[in-house]
């Protein structure tokens, strides 16, 4: 069992780890120690512009409102989805997730707002998921210092 300390003072993250062994594939590699040191403040500074770019993840679809068929019409242009799949969609509000894979946010914006102007409603949704979290970039960091350590 590796030994391991870690520590935090004055928003810096301290590990150190003796004799670490993991394995990459069939291949086992050792390292004697690895001491990495990370800024908090870095990783939170890195993660924070990501989360205010943040791409919508999709789109909540929640109901049609008065104009029913103006909606289908709408869904159908949006998602590019043939008639029968677009009405499916707009009847089975609430609770429709409507993917915006490859739509940019002006055009995801655009679509609710359009639903709305129908009295419709709907909602963007954004997903922490596809954001890196921080430790999602501790864990980028360590691995990047492992294997300086290795070579």
């Not at 915006?100 to 655009?110: D, H, I, M």
Request: aromatic share 6%; charged share 30%.
């Amino acid at each position: 069992m590796p030994a391991s300390k870690l520590s935090f003072k004055e928003n810096h993250l301290k590990l150190e780890v003796e004799g670490l062994e993991f394995t990459v594939g069939s291949e086992v590699l050792r390292a004697e120690r690895l001491s990495i040191e990370l800024d908090v403040n870095d990783l939170l500074r890195a993660k924070l512009p990501a989360l205010a770019d943040g791409q919508p993840a999709g789109i909540n679809f929640i109901s049609f409102g008065e104009k029913k068929i103006m909606c289908i019409k709408e869904v159908r242009a949006f998602t590019g989805m043939g008639l029968r799949d677009s009405k499916q969609i707009v009847e089975q509000a609430p609770n429709v997730f409507i993917d915006t894979t490859g739509k940019s946010e002006a055009e995801c914006e655009a679509f609710v707002k359009a639903i709305e102007e129908y009295t419709g409603r709907a909602e963007l949704v954004r997903s922490a998921m596809t954001v890196p979290s921080v430790m999602d970039k501790l864990r980028e960091m360590i691995t990047e210092a492992l294997s300086k350590e290795v070579q």
